[in-house]
């Protein structure tokens, strides 16, 4: 009797061993997976060094209507005022599309 347990211990453990090394097997289809590669200098952005910011105008320099005044006189008349106003309206709704701002700032 205890050679018959024996033998199935025995076969069963060659059986679950198949199994587990079937199992296992490193030749089976895996999805493939795709690898793109990334340029560290893209995906870091540019250095502290490489960017240059923008200086803040001074009052000086920062248009008024006063400083217009002159040429609106000399180019907008009774006649052109529409003309003239939609070209602004025109160049101010490219500059917001644009990603522009109306403001001074």
Known sequence: MRTLIANTLIVGG???GTWCVAGCDDT???PAVEETTVDPAVE???AEDDVVAEAEPTE???PIPEDFADE???SI???NYA???DELEAEIEADIE???STEGG
């Open 14 to 16: 060659l059986i679950a």
């Open 28 to 30: 089976a289809e895996e």
């Open 44 to 46: 870091e952005g540019p």
């Open 60 to 62: 000086e320099e920062l």
């Open 72 to 74: 609106a006189e000399e």
């Open 77 to 79: 008349s009774d006649e």
């Open 83 to 85: 003309a003239q106003l």
């Open 98 to 100: 644009a990603g522009g």
